[in-house]
Each structure stands twice: as structure tokens, then as C-alpha cells.
């Protein structure tokens, strides 16, 4: 399995961004995929998780700000991502977990600031 993030970029306070993450390879296989994002001199933190069926779950900074969602057909997962605060600046990767294996895409830069 291999993924690749996409989606990044500088927006201003308060704008929207929707981050990508496209696995190839054996996507059928794919369980669970999630998001997580590092800052400058800070430890990488979680940010959402998708099942397979569909289930999610969200770290408390970005709820109900956050939206993960995911395409099975595709092997895609995708992070609608509103309201965004300059803290939300980071490096966002994606991971999948597979038959027990854990495979990380490259990161995507997100810059919130005016």
C-alpha cells in the first residue's frame, strides 16, 4: 500500500481546505485510515480516524470543525477542514492500517495565517 497526500496549502483565518490522501496498491485490504498533523517543535498529534465501514472519531482540538470521510471504491480518504485556525498550521499525513501493518503517506503542509 502506498499514499499520497495532497490538498495543502496557505489560507487566512477562518477559510476552508480539503486535504486528500490516495492509496494504490492492494486498497482493498485497507481497514482503517486516519489523519494526523505535526507543527514546528511539537509532537505529532491525531487528528481523525476513519473505519472502514465508516465509523469516525476526531481529536478534541478540530471537532466539529473537522470532517474525514473516505471513497472504498477509490481508496481515498479526504479531510474537510473549516473554520481553520492559525494553530492548525502543520505538516498532515495520512496512514493505513493493513492486515496489521501501518503504511504513512508523505505530508502536505497546511499554513493558517493572514
Known amino acids: 500500500v502506498q499514499l499520497q497526500a495532497s490538498g495543502g496549502g496557505l489560507v487566512q483565518p477562518g477559510g476552508s481546505l480539503r486535504l486528500s490522501c490516495a492509496a494504490s496498491g492492494n486498497i482493498v485490504s485497507i481497514n482503517s485510515m486516519a489523519w494526523y498533523r505535526q507543527a514546528p517543535g511539537k509532537q505529532r498529534e491525531f487528528v481523525a480516524r476513519i473505519a472502514k465501514r465508516g465509523n469516525t472519531n476526531y481529536g478534541d482540538p478540530v471537532k466539529g470543525r473537522f470532517t474525514v470521510s473516505r471513497d472504498n471504491a477509490k481508496g481515498t480518504m479526504y479531510l474537510q477542514m473549516n473554520s481553520l485556525k492559525p494553530e492548525d498550521t502543520a505538516v498532515y499525513s495520512c496512514?493505513?492500517?493493513?492486515?496489521?501493518?501501518?503504511?504513512w503517506g508523505q505530508g502536505t503542509q497546511v499554513t493558517v495565517s493572514s
Open positions: 496512514v493505513a492500517d493493513s492486515a496489521g501493518l501501518y503504511y
